[in-house]
T-cell receptor
Framework: DADVTQTPRNRITKTGKRIMLECSQT?????MYWYRQDPGLGLRLIYY???????NKGEISDGYSVSRQAQAKFSLSLESAIPNQTALYFC??????????????FGDGTRLSIL | AQSVTQPDIHITVSEGASLELRCNYS??????LFWYVQSPGQGLQLLLK??????LVQGIKGFEAEFKRSQSSFNLRKPSVHWSDAAEYFC????????????FGAGTRLFVKA
């Protein structure tokens, strides 16, 4: 089983719909992240969480919200989807009990298309 | 401003040939440096990292990278490329003084021809 699991893997939906992307991890890591990937732009950070009670905005948080329901779960919501949110979304985790700025471990991504 | 530049959007090499992928960074302090690889349909996988010490670091799958402070570079190399190395490669930097934010380059897509 994957250490970082994202569901769904693919989703096609219409403008204006509410969408939730889910991420769960079995690594026991404290930090979790949501990124979006667009061709030629690399990965851009949407939100991150250092612990269950800690949520922080990344560089492109507008139009998104998150919930850290448990240490192992971090979900991303698009309250009213728009076409320019069509992208590949990644969840990642890292373990900072091992020291600062540890490498991140990624899920396999969710490909989201908004028509 | 902090940034990571991967000058080559895509590179094509022949199987068995050597490979070098370029990465330059702009950072106010000595950074932590990473290379990740992304195969189609998958997430990013860590190839190697540099935190301190020896500036030549070895990674998985036969890759290595060299940190050159004077050039603000962290280029990835492999002496002999295999067809299975075709993927997208991302360079990333982060702070070594605490903090959290990792900045990713835009990626270089590697094509391998027979």
């Amino acid at each position: 089983d994957a250490d970082v699991t994202q569901t769904p893997r693919n989703r096609i939906t219409k403008t204006g719909k509410r969408i939730m992307l889910e991420c769960s991890q079995t690594k026991g890591h404290d930090r979790m992240y949501w990124y979006r990937q667009d061709p030629g732009l690399g990965l851009r950070l949407i939100y991150y969480s250092f612990d269950v009670k800690d949520i922080n905005k990344g560089e492109i948080s507008d139009g998104y919200s998150v919930s850290r329901q448990a240490q192992a779960k971090f979900s991303l919501s698009l309250e009213s989807a728009i076409p320019n949110q069509t992208a590949l979304y990644f969840c990642a985790t890292s373990d900072h009990r091992q020291g600062s700025n540890q490498p991140q471990h990624f899920g396999d991504g969710t490909r989201l298309s908004i028509l | 401003a902090q940034s990571v530049t991967q000058p080559d959007i895509h590179i094509t090499v022949s199987e068995g040939a050597s490979l070098e992928l370029r990465c330059n960074y702009s950072y106010g302090a000595t950074p932590y440096l990473f290379w990740y690889v992304q195969s189609p349909g998958q997430g990013l996988q860590l190839l190697l990292k540099y935190f301190s010490g020896d500036t030549l670091v070895q990674g998985i799958k036969g890759f290595e990278a060299e940190f050159k402070r004077s050039q603000s570079s962290f280029n990835l190399r492999k002496p002999s490329v295999h067809w299975s190395d075709a993927a997208e490669y991302f360079c990333a930097v982060g702070p070594n003084t605490g903090g959290f934010k990792t900045i990713f380059g835009a990626g270089t897509r590697l094509f391998v021809k027979a």
